[in-house]
């Protein structure tokens, strides 16, 4: 069955600490992975995506990682700011399909 | 331009009622999915339209549910005889291609409470 686990469920940081989320999947034949940011409230917003033959991807104090022969990928925030609290969503698609397999999230609070 | 867009953004209904969700996607996408995502739940498809192809409705938790495009752009899925399972907040995401991937970008959901 193809899965999306994250891991940890909660994460509480301090402000200008890094963090590292984890993102194991079982999605087969892989396609490609996404980071999502979700706001309380609101859609998702994509951070990245990296296919198959990318390793890491960055946008500003994000960074994503992908090992698609472990099948793992980690998202790295730097520098952690208030505004990163959200829920980041890890989510996988298919080759040849249209569906994406969300994870249940990682909900992270950073605190003052 | 303004992105997908959804209305209402918050529902509250009666048991038994019948609710209509509406999304506008983004201009020029062809494609548009809803979701709906419960407490502590990853997002659960629910339909996919592309084009003017058949939609997969694979997704859709019973005959309570539907949906449709008209004209290729706004969405509409309709819940009758809500029950409190239903409770959820239901999103919609319009894809483009960008490169050699596809884009999905979310509206902001509607938060529908069944009581």
């Known amino acids: 069955k193809n899965q999306v686990e994250q891991s940890p469920q909660s994460l509480i940081i301090l402000e200008g600490k890094n963090c590292t989320l984890q993102?194991?999947?079982?999605?087969?034949?892989?396609?490609?992975l996404r980071w999502y940011k979700q706001d309380t409230g609101r859609g998702p917003v994509s951070l990245t995506i990296?296919?198959?033959?990318?390793n890491t991807k960055s946008n500003g104090r994000y960074t994503a990682t992908l090992d698609a022969d472990t099948k793992q990928s980690s998202l790295h925030i730097t520098a952690s700011q208030l505004s990163d609290s959200a829920s980041y969503i890890c989510?996988?698609?298919?080759?040849?399909?249209?569906?994406?397999?969300f994870g249940t999230g990682t909900r992270l609070k950073v605190l003052a | 331009g303004a992105g997908v867009s959804q209305s209402p953004s918050n529902k509250v209904t009666e048991k038994g009622k019948d609710v209509e969700l509406r999304c506008d996607p983004i201009?020029?996408?062809?494609?548009l999915y809803w979701y709906r995502q419960s407490l502590g739940q990853g997002l659960e498809f629910l339909i996919y339209?592309?084009?003017?192809?058949?939609?997969?409705k694979s997704g859709l938790p019973s005959d309570r549910f539907s949906a449709e495009r008209t004209g290729g752009s706004v969405s509409t899925l309709t819940i009758q005889r809500t029950q409190q399972e239903d409770s959820a907040v239901y999103l919609c995401?319009?894809?483009?291609?960008?490169?050699?991937?596809?884009?999905?970008?979310f509206g902001p959901g509607t938060r529908l409470t069944v009581t």
């Open positions: 339209f592309q084009g003017n192809s058949a939609p997969d």
């Open positions: 995401a319009s894809t483009r291609l960008a490169g050699d991937r596809y884009e999905q970008y």
């Open positions: 201009s020029g996408h062809t494609a």
């Open positions: 993102c194991n999947y079982t999605v087969s034949p892989f396609s490609n």
């Open positions: 990296m296919t198959f033959s990318e």
């Open positions: 989510v996988v698609s298919g080759s040849g399909t249209y569906k994406y397999i």
